[in-house]
DNA sequence: TTGAAAGCGCTAACAA
DNA sequence: TTGTTAGCGCTTTCAA
């Protein structure tokens, strides 16, 4: 392995030199010495130890990102989304599923805190609130670094939160159903204790009491926030007679698994059944017949993370900072077709 | 930050000490001083720093993965069950995605390089070996860390290569078409040039010649191995009259592109279209009519590649090793009801 | 513009 | 069983 002295001796010059070089600062170098630096790089096939950078400058090019699950189309591609921002800010991802396994989120902070990262970064989680303080609470509060919750509430930390106007969107997206004539609509929800879920839950209730409609009237399903438990409530839920015909779902991962089943049973959509969505991930706009969803500014989510983690734009910011993103409703063709 | 003097300080002891309890070794430490270090790290909050030990120890517990992309479902369990391996052997991942941008592979096998990974595992990648060459060719010869390819062939690199019994895998799915009494047999595949697609088309043939079909009057599509681009060109496939009534398809994430496509034209599956599928990703369970499809070990393959990372039974291997495992077809509805 | 040198937090050889 | 200490490769202050 080539070191920043070998290179210096090739060189024939000192080391800091080089580092000057390397890192355009903070010295200056003469365009003679700075050419035969480069050579000499170029010639031992030098790389820079990004290691023992990271401990001398105690700051590393690292930031932690904790997902629930990435196969989760949703976490997948916020993730995907963080590392574009991580990259353009010229950092890098470490990665870590909590696959709602509390244990292994909290090894994941400490692994992360431990490797120096310069910030974490939550997607979205099903967990509770409790389940998440036990483990966790205790390691982050006293690691100094900059925390992102994207998608959760989560402020007693003193991290930033990243949400979307999800009662709002909630609601305009009912809304969308009613103004199709339906006068029930089932609220396919995410199991409760998670913030994002009550919001669109209050969203959905929202949109029917101004419709004059009875919301304890109508049917009510929890489920996790994926396609596998959702697609099983749908099966028993779209089998029985009095099934509903219009569906609010509380994410689009859980519309894929109701879209299965009803294909499954034989029912069109948005004949036999109107369906309406939340966070507009890619696969929404190829679920047949064209899902119908409020859309998340995924992007915009996952660099005003970035951002917050490496401190741009957040001097003036109190400790318990939130961000509401707005959402739009995408209109395709699961309710019918306008 | 508390620093292992400050531990060794409070605890009444040398720093050497505090470092045998924390790594149980390499020197034996009495019960009494163990338990005042013990206790002196609880009191303090002390965690190690894993770059000042690397540094050190010239060994991090990094594994690098380069998938193409996480959100397809094929390299999102991967990348999955490589977390769960690497974890299982204390190791983390940093993880980027190529989204088939070469310039990006290469940086981040740069990075991950840099931050002293362990060795760098390639997650199946749709690149041409071409293209593959370019950037990165010249970066991973001179590094001196191992090198995994999961589902693709490369061992130029004296990297290790797992890959699936893809063309009897492939050959054992167009049977079971066969089986159903079909003689025209679609080859849904993905592009030329990358190895699992050629050796699947050729398990694909092989079916055909064997029962003494025409290769060359069977229809052919060729589209990334992506669930959008495959939805596009089944619609087109699909919509014609001379549509076939059975496909081969190379990856679930087409079949679910196919499916889509399918569904959107009211097409029936099996009754109007028969499919057949490779992989086994979780979601092929729940796409109606449930998604026959040969089944890749993805566990297993991830296990091995951490091991063979860590240098786990490597030791008679020579330097362009090459492991095949096996594939089940796992045989549900969607050619038919066995 | 360049060089010498201290030291980031840790490991482990060596000495006691 | 415990302590002392030399460095891992790098950054940056300070002096030249």
Redesign the interface.
Same mark, same amino acid.
């Given at each position: 392995?080539v070191t920043r002295d070998e290179v210096a001796r090739e060189a024939g010059t000192s080391s800091a030199v080089v580092s000057y070089v390397i890192n355009n600062g903070p010295r200056n170098v003469s365009e003679a010495t700075r050419a035969r630096v480069l050579a000499a790089i170029d010639k031992l #096939?030098y =790389? /820079?130890?990004?290691? @023992?950078r990271?401990?001398r400058s105690s700051s590393?090019s690292?930031i932690g990102v904790i997902a629930t699950?990435?196969?989760n @189309?949703y976490c #997948?591609?916020l993730? !995907?989304q963080l590392?574009n921002s991580a !990259?353009a800010h010229g950092h &890098?991802?470490?990665? #870590?599923?909590s696959?709602h396994d509390d244990d =292994?989120q909290a090894?994941?902070v400490? &692994?992360?805190?431990? *490797? *120096?990262a310069r910030g974490i970064v939550f997607i979205g989680s099903t967990f509770g609130d409790e389940q998440f303080r036990a483990a966790t609470s205790r390691i982050l509060r006293?690691a %100094?670094v900059p925390l992102v919750f994207l998608d959760r509430t989560r402020t007693e930390f003193g991290g930033v939160t990243i949400l979307v106007d999800n009662r709002g969107g909630a609601r305009e997206a009912t809304e969308h159903l009613l103004n199709h004539g339906h006068r029930l609509v089932a609220n396919f929800s995410g199991v409760p204790g998670h913030s994002a879920i009550q919001e669109r839950s209050a969203g959905w209730s929202d949109a029917l009491s101004a419709a004059g409609i009875e919301v304890t009237a109508q049917r009510q399903v929890e489920t996790p926030l994926d %396609?596998?438990e959702a697609?099983k409530a749908a099966r028993t839920l779209l089998s029985g007679h009095d099934r509903p015909r219009a569906i609010f779902s509380h994410s689009d991962e859980q519309s894929i #698994?109701i879209v299965? @089943?009803a &294909?499954?049973l034989g029912l069109r959509i948005p004949q036999d059944l109107a369906l309406v969505s939340f966070d507009g991930i890619?696969?929404s706009?190829?679920? /047949?017949?064209g899902l119908t969803t409020a859309r998340q500014p995924v992007a915009q989510m996952a660099e005003l993370a970035v951002k917050m983690i490496l401190g741009e734009g957040q001097e003036g910011l109190d400790e318990q900072h939130q961000e509401v993103l707005p959402v739009d409703l995408v209109v395709r063709h699961s309710c019918g077709d306008h």
């Amino acid at each position: 392995m080539v070191t920043r002295d070998e290179v210096a001796r090739e060189a024939g010059t000192s080391s800091a030199v080089v580092s000057y070089v390397i890192n355009n600062g903070p010295r200056n170098v003469s365009e003679a010495t700075r050419a035969r630096v480069l050579a000499a790089i170029d010639k031992l #096939g030098y =790389r /820079p130890n990004a290691v @023992a950078r990271s401990l001398r400058s105690s700051s590393s090019s690292i930031i932690g990102v904790i997902a629930t699950d990435v196969s989760n @189309a949703y976490c #997948g591609e916020l993730a !995907l989304q963080l590392e574009n921002s991580a !990259l353009a800010h010229g950092h &890098t991802l470490l990665l #870590g599923n909590s696959v709602h396994d509390d244990d =292994r989120q909290a090894k994941h902070v400490e &692994t992360f805190l431990a *490797q *120096q990262a310069r910030g974490i970064v939550f997607i979205g989680s099903t967990f509770g609130d409790e389940q998440f303080r036990a483990a966790t609470s205790r390691i982050l509060r006293s690691a %100094r670094v900059p925390l992102v919750f994207l998608d959760r509430t989560r402020t007693e930390f003193g991290g930033v939160t990243i949400l979307v106007d999800n009662r709002g969107g909630a609601r305009e997206a009912t809304e969308h159903l009613l103004n199709h004539g339906h006068r029930l609509v089932a609220n396919f929800s995410g199991v409760p204790g998670h913030s994002a879920i009550q919001e669109r839950s209050a969203g959905w209730s929202d949109a029917l009491s101004a419709a004059g409609i009875e919301v304890t009237a109508q049917r009510q399903v929890e489920t996790p926030l994926d %396609r596998y438990e959702a697609f099983k409530a749908a099966r028993t839920l779209l089998s029985g007679h009095d099934r509903p015909r219009a569906i609010f779902s509380h994410s689009d991962e859980q519309s894929i #698994g109701i879209v299965h @089943a009803a &294909t499954d049973l034989g029912l069109r959509i948005p004949q036999d059944l109107a369906l309406v969505s939340f966070d507009g991930i890619k696969e929404s706009e190829i679920l /047949p017949p064209g899902l119908t969803t409020a859309r998340q500014p995924v992007a915009q989510m996952a660099e005003l993370a970035v951002k917050m983690i490496l401190g741009e734009g957040q001097e003036g910011l109190d400790e318990q900072h939130q961000e509401v993103l707005p959402v739009d409703l995408v209109v395709r063709h699961s309710c019918g077709d306008h």
